[in-house]
Every structure is written in C-alpha cells, then in structure tokens.
C-alpha cells in the first residue's frame, strides 16, 4: 500500500466553514493548513479556537498547523 503524502493547504478566512474545514483537513492527516485570520490573529495565537460541533464535540485550543 502506497502512503500518501501531506498536501500544504492555504484557508483564507476563519469564520465557522474555513475553520471546520481546516480542522477536518489537519485531524483525517490530509494537509497541513496555513490559515490566514484576519481580525482574532492575536486571540487564535494564545488561545487557539474553541470548536463546537455535532460531529466533533467540544474542541478547545485547537490551531492550524501554521497562521499569518
């Protein structure tokens, strides 16, 4: 069986899809995420995000693999 890599992924925008998807992205191993945020960079980067979802719970402190 062949491994696949790692796609290197830009979201532009973390409102609630961008994030689900980046989210999705990092968790199933197909990407590595760079996220561009525009007005909670300073909040993501201490805290990283708070995500609810039916399918994930409750996520605190979660961050893309890297954020500008």
Same mark, same amino acid.
Not at 1 to 21: A, E, H, N, P
Not at 43 to 65: A, M, N, Y
């Given at each position: 069986?062949? /491994?696949?890599?790692?796609?290197?992924? $830009?979201? &532009? @925008?973390? =409102?609630?899809? !961008? %994030?689900?998807?980046? +989210?999705? $992205?990092? #968790? =199933?191993?197909?990407?590595?995420? %760079? =996220?561009? $945020?525009?007005?909670? +960079?300073? $909040? &993501? /980067?201490?805290? !990283?995000?708070?995500?609810? /979802?039916?399918?994930? =719970?409750? #996520?605190? @402190?979660?961050?893309? %693999?890297? /954020?500008?």
């Amino acid at each position: 069986m062949r /491994s696949v890599d790692k796609s290197s992924i $830009l979201v &532009v @925008g973390f =409102g609630g899809v !961008g %994030t689900i998807t980046a +989210y999705n $992205l990092e #968790i =199933g191993g197909l990407a590595a995420v %760079t =996220g561009v $945020l525009r007005s909670n +960079y300073d $909040l &993501v /980067s201490e805290q !990283g995000f708070k995500i609810w /979802s039916c399918d994930h =719970g409750e #996520i605190s @402190g979660w961050r893309p %693999t890297s /954020s500008k």
